[in-house]
Every structure is written in C-alpha cells, then in structure tokens.
C-alpha cells in the first residue's frame, strides 16, 4: 500500500473494533431530503466512525513548519527541513491530495523561470469541534484545520450531567448546521475543556469543581464520545488555553516554547515545550493554581468576584467585569496590584525550570484588564531580573482573553495530528 493510500481521510478506520449495536445504528439510519440541510447533518452525524488522519514524520515536519513559517514555497520548505527537493514536492502532493495543504498565489521572481508557488496549511478538508461548559451556560467553537475560528456558540445550559452536555452539543451542531454548512464528515474529533485536574495520570478521569459533580473520576471520553460519535480529546481548560495562545501567528512563529497562565473561575496554566503540548507525567503540568489555594487570595476571577462584593458590589458573573472596571477604580487598582506579584510569582517558577521564550497572561477576565496585569508583571519581572543577563522570556497578553479555552480545546485534535508520539 503506499504512503499516500495509508494517510488518507478514511471512515473506515477501525471498522472492526465497533461494538455490534454501533455497527447496527450504523445500518438502520433514517432517510432524509436532500435540500433538508439539517437532515443532511444528521445522516453524516450518526455514524459512530470518525475520518482519522495518521501522517509520516516527513508531512508532520513540513505541517508545523507551514504553521510556524506562514505559506513557504517548496524550494524554501527543502532547504529549512533539509529534505530533497524530490521527497519535498512528493510529500506535499501526497499533503495536497489529502486536503491539508494548498497553493496560495505567488509572485514572480524577479529571477527567470516560472513564479514561485507557496504552500499553505488549507482549512477546507478537516474541521474540528471545541467545548466547554460554565456555571448557567456552555461554550462551542468550530476550527478548521487552519486553526481559523468558523463558529463560536454560547448557549444556555444548567445540567451537571456530562451525557447532557454531550447531547446539548449533539443538538446545537445540528442546529448550527443550518446557518453554517457544518458537516459531520469533516471533523477530526472533538475536544473538550474540562475544570478539573488529572486523576492516576488518565487525562479522561478527572476531579473536576464541585458545581460538576457527575464529571468526578468517569471516563470522559467514553461517556462524551458515545454521545457524539467521535474522537473525544479531554484536556484541562487551562492547558487547552495553552494550546490556543500558542497557535497565534504572534506566538508560533517566535517561540518553541510557552508558558501560558489562564485566570479564569480558578488559576490554571499550561506549558508547550519544543513545540508540543506538555502534559507531565501525570498529565497534570500547569497546576499552577496549587500555589494559592482556593480557601485564600488568589488570582483568579472568582476572587476578584469576591473582592467586589466585600465591597459592597453586587456581581453575579465574569462578564459583568468590563462594566465594572470604571465604576470600581480602587477596587480593581488594589486587586490587580495583589494579583500581579502573585502572577509574578507564579511565573518566576516556571521560567527557571523551563526556559520559555513567551509567556502569556490568558483568561476571561476583560482584555483591558489582562493588559493592566501584564504590564505590571512586566515591572515586577524586571526589577527582579536586574543583573541577570541571560535570555528571558517576552511577557504577552492574551489577544482572544476568554475564548482561548474552547478555541484551544477545538485545537486538541487537530494537533494531536502533527504530535510527536508520547507527548499527548
């Protein structure tokens, strides 16, 4: 068989490992109309078999470096990748035919010969589904396999049963289907973003906050992915917030490594080393939040939340907080100044352990707030660094704050497809 037959979008990936009640939903679905596009989602949603994607290292390589690099032309991908240029155009074809790559319009040299041609990763053959659910409400994202956002979806939700949720995603994808064209077929899997750490080092098994309570030690994946009927990636929301602000053109193409910081309803983090999300040996790499337990200040939003409301500020969500800020000056001033040597803190740690190039202040807290934050981290981290005259890394803040975990959560498995093995 060749490489190219081997690689290719397939539902027939194993076929012979589904259970034979799945096999007979497989054979008994409904008929629809063809105009009917809500109809036509559902037929492509029943089959309980995913279109899987698994690639040579060559097309991995030439993946990550059309990521970091931005459409390169094949001469420029051979001599960066040091692969010939024969092996080059015959892996790119074979990228090509699969719907992953395509040719962007090039200008001429101003050498003789033809145009140079520059290749790009191609968002139109592979898609995938993020989500995440919040106190009252749950979040969905659709990705292609560009890592451009198609779809981002909230949507009312009080259920702490993790099969309600799938279903209530099951059903807003088929309602999404009507407005966006958004086929089963073209999904790589789904990821889901979940509040809670690793348990025995089985990312599927979590202890999660105590508004899910049903979440607690089941296998996610399982549960979720029998619902909708595909590959189900579970990751910590702030790790899968890791993963989004490292896919920013700002990022990829300047760092291999990034620490990301997510203040959210807690304090998590996530690490990308060497171009890979890390997980740790647990599959609890980022817990930052161990540093300031809940039971005390900490920086987070649920304690800035708090904060308000020991003064006198009635406050009922993360979203109020932007209409908050110029009501409250010396409130926000005093909780941020607090939350940024904490922050500092924080980062000191993982910068002397890991050697990133960038770390980002992420959350879903308002950006202009995340800005604040940063900039005074910033101050702190150069008082503190004066006289070191190593490398250190930039200090960023986030530029999609509170979308970063169910975006980064679509983009589970779509990086799982260029991983290297062992690091997911």
Not at 35 to 40: E, H, N, R, S
Not at 87 to 107: F, K, P, W, Y
Not at 139 to 159: C, K, N
Not at 162 to 180: E, M, N, S, V, Y
């Amino acid at each position: 068989m060749s490489s190219l037959a081997q690689t290719k979008l397939s539902p027939l990936v194993r076929r012979n490992s589904v259970p034979w009640h799945q096999t007979q939903r497989l054979n008994t679905r409904a008929r629809f109309h063809f105009v009917d596009t809500t109809k036509l989602y559902w037929a492509n949603m029943r089959p309980l078999i995913a279109p899987e994607i698994t690639l040579t290292e060559a097309q991995k390589r030439i993946l990550v470096e059309l990521r970091i690099k931005g459409p390169t032309p094949r001469m420029v991908l051979a001599r960066e990748l040091g692969i010939n240029t024969a092996t080059i155009t015959r892996v790119t074809q074979q990228l090509t035919a699969l719907g992953l790559v395509e040719e962007r319009d090039g200008s001429q040299s101003t050498e003789r010969g033809r145009p140079s041609v520059p290749l790009a990763v191609s968002g139109k053959e592979a898609w995938a589904v993020g989500a995440t659910v919040h106190p009252g409400w749950l979040e969905l994202a659709i990705v292609d396999f560009s890592g451009a956002l198609l779809v981002h979806d909230a949507h009312p939700f009080t259920d702490p049963d993790p099969r309600t949720f799938a279903r209530t995603i099951d059903a807003r994808l088929r309602g999404l289907a009507a407005t966006h064209g958004v086929m089963r077929g073209r999904f790589l899997g789904v990821g889901i973003a979940v509040p809670g750490y690793a348990l025995r080092a089985d990312r599927n098994r979590r202890k999660v906050v105590d508004w899910l309570p049903p979440w607690n030690d089941v296998p996610l994946d399982d549960v979720i992915g029998d619902v909708l009927g595909m590959p189900v990636w579970i990751e910590n929301e702030g790790t899968a917030a890791a993963l989004a602000e490292y896919y920013q053109s700002g990022v990829i193409g300047q760092h291999r490594s990034v620490l990301v910081l997510f203040l959210g309803h807690g304090f998590g983090g996530g690490v990308v080393a060497d171009r890979d999300l890390f997980s740790g040996e647990h599959a609890n790499a980022g817990e930052v939040g161990r540093l300031f337990p809940g039971n005390g200040p900490r920086p987070s939003g649920i304690d800035l939340m708090a904060t308000l409301r020991r003064s006198g500020v009635s406050i009922d969500s993360l979203a109020e907080l932007a209409d908050l800020m110029p009501k409250h000056p010396d409130v926000f001033e005093a909780w941020t100044s607090r939350a940024a040597v904490q922050i500092e803190q924080a980062i000191i740690s993982g910068v002397a352990w890991l050697d990133p190039g960038a770390v980002v202040l992420s959350g879903a807290l308002p950006l202009p707030l995340l800005d604040d934050l940063t900039a005074r981290v910033r101050i702190l981290s150069d008082e503190r660094n004066s006289g070191y005259f190593a490398e250190k890394p930039v200090i960023l803040a986030s530029s999609i704050g509170s979308k970063a975990v169910v975006v980064g959560a679509a983009m589970g498995p779509i990086s799982a497809v260029t991983a290297k093995i062992g690091s997911h």
